[in-house]
């Protein structure tokens, strides 16, 4: 299973982004995805989840302001990002495990290269 990220950058406070994570995988509809974020000093922490019956799970700092998708026919998981903060400066992960959303990082068997968010104040 490989998972490929994309669509980090450099944007505004208050401003979007959407990240897209691709993931090649036998029977994609059947993962758990999530989106993770790291800080230099911290530990990594969960955004975002969606099961394999499209269920979510949001961290509270991202309620609001982030929504998580899925495309079954691409195999394409998505954060659209909105009202972006300069606490929301990360390196963000894309991550695979089976059927559910977990909380922590360790029950995640899959990983993709993360992906810099930088929101300028």
Same mark, same amino acid.
């Given at each position: 299973?490989?998972?490929?990220?994309?669509?980090?950058?450099?944007?505004?406070?208050?401003?979007?982004?959407?990240?897209?994570? /691709?993931? !090649?995988?036998?029977?994609?509809?059947?993962?758990? =995805?999530?989106?993770?974020r790291q800080t230099s000093g911290s530990d990594r922490e969960l955004v975002a989840g969606i099961g394999?019956?499209?269920?979510t799970r949001y961290s509270d700092f991202a309620k609001g302001r982030f929504t998580i998708s899925k495309?079954? /026919?691409? !195999?394409?998981?998505?954060?659209?990002?909105?009202? =972006?903060?300069?606490?929301?400066?990360?390196?963000?992960?894309?991550?695979?495990?089976?059927?559910?959303?977990?909380?922590?990082?360790?029950?995640?068997?899959?990983?993709?290269?993360?992906?810099?968010?930088?929101?300028?104040?």
């Amino acid at each position: 299973v490989q998972l490929q990220a994309s669509g980090g950058g450099l944007v505004q406070a208050g401003g979007s982004l959407r990240l897209s994570c /691709t993931i !090649s995988a036998r029977a994609f509809s059947n993962y758990a =995805l999530a989106w993770f974020r790291q800080t230099s000093g911290s530990d990594r922490e969960l955004v975002a989840g969606i099961g394999w019956d499209f269920a979510t799970r949001y961290s509270d700092f991202a309620k609001g302001r982030f929504t998580i998708s899925k495309d079954n /026919t691409k !195999s394409t998981v998505y954060l659209q990002m909105d009202r =972006l903060t300069t606490d929301d400066t990360a390196v963000y992960y894309c991550a695979a495990r089976w059927m559910f959303v977990e909380q922590y990082r360790g029950r995640y068997d899959y990983w993709g290269q993360g992906t810099q968010v930088t929101v300028s104040s």
